[in-house]
């Protein structure tokens, strides 16, 4: 554990309210809220399996995840500034994805629990009105700073997908709406499993001026255990995942205008077993696990294109933000103690301009 003697930024949260939000959820909560175990059941009912187990368990999905529960997550650490990351917000088509933003700027972010450095919203590039859209963001918010589509979609059938474009990032239409960003010095956070990186590497090389950030180190599906029907079956599979995902994140660092996010290390979809087990990750297993990513993460992108991020609450499900934080700051230190103050503050507010 290092001691961090600076007020970390975390670079990637969710936060919503099925409570007293028009929530995609919010029926199920309200009627079933004080009886999580009926609630747990009911989602499992409605929704389908490859959705299930990217996610783990559902409670932290349908409980309230607001700036003070933030707050008590991270324990004895001192995080000043967070960057909400949208979350799948119920009014998901055209100008509707606006209300998250306005959602999000309303929250009670104060001294007692954490400060609000910027907010990345979502649109659709492909929109005719993106342009529109993205006006509305900034208007709902001084706090806005670009978006995220997410284009998560892997050959295997069981593993969710998160759109239904496989190619999304280099599809014609999106790439044309895409210029808009750069026009409007906005950002674009990326998401995609590790077998789509080239994509990424492809939008990064046709848009050099626009800022672009990796979430999640670009998501090793199957990792570090098996998923879906066929996915990371054997220590073989496993290898090769990484083997790939090594060469095509060192491919994609060569982008100048791509940083990454060091988070997301701890969904299901990776191949963890914890929440399975009724157990959270001690510090030394998420240590053990996330080590070797984020040192080629580092020899790739360098301590100056490389920000941490918890993606909480969704990594809740296999260890603590503590933990997280206790293990990703050794690893960095591994690396260069020098880094750990560009990876867990400046990069990120240079990169979100906090």
């Known amino acids: 554990m290092q001691k961090l003697d600076f007020p970390i930024v975390d670079s990637h949260i969710h936060q919503w309210d099925p409570y007293n939000t028009p929530h995609a959820a919010a029926l199920a909560v309200k009627l079933l809220g004080k009886h999580p175990y009926l609630l747990d059941k009911m989602v499992r009912f409605v929704q389908p399996q490859h959705l299930l187990d990217t996610v783990g368990l559902t409670t932290h999905v349908t409980a309230p995840y607001l700036p003070e529960d933030y707050k008590q997550d991270t324990g004895h650490y001192l995080v000043d500034q967070i960057v909400h990351v949208e979350a799948n917000w119920h009014d998901n088509k055209g100008k509707g994805v606006v209300g998250e ?133 054997t220590q073989t599979a496993r290898d090769n995942i990484i083997f790939r995902w090594k060469d095509d994140i060192a491919e994609l660092a060569s982008c100048p205008n791509v940083y990454t996010k060091m988070s997301g290390l701890f969904m299901p979809v990776l191949g963890h077993q914890f929440h399975k087990e009724n157990r959270l990750a001690s510090k030394d297993e998420v240590f053990d696990c996330a080590l070797p990513l984020i040192t080629h993460a580092l020899k790739s992108f360098g301590q100056y294109r490389v920000m941490f991020a918890s993606n909480f609450p969704m990594d809740s499900v296999s260890t603590t933000l503590v933990n997280i934080i206790d293990a990703f700051s050794d690893a960095v230190a591994a690396y260069n103690p020098e880094a750990l103050a560009d990876v867990f503050r400046h990069n990120a507010r240079q990169f979100y301009r906090l």
């Open 101 to 233: 933003t306005r959602f999000i700027e309303s929250l009670d972010f104060n001294e007692r629990t954490v400060g609000l450095g910027g907010i990345v919203g979502t649109a659709d590039p492909c929109d005719s009105n993106f342009k529109k859209i993205l006006k509305m963001h900034k208007q709902a918010s001084p706090h806005f700073r670009g978006i995220r589509r997410i284009a998560a979609v892997h050959e295997d059938p069981k593993i969710h997908a998160w759109t239904k474009e496989p190619h999304l990032y280099t599809n014609k239409k999106f790439m044309k709406g895409f210029e808009a960003l750069a026009q409007m010095n906005l950002s674009f956070d990326a998401w995609v499993y590790s077998d789509q990186i080239r994509d990424v590497t492809a939008l990064a090389r046709a848009f050099p001026e626009t800022s672009i950030v990796l979430d999640h180190f670009g998501t090793p599906v199957g990792a570090f255990g098996a998923v879906g029907s066929h996915t990371g079956l």
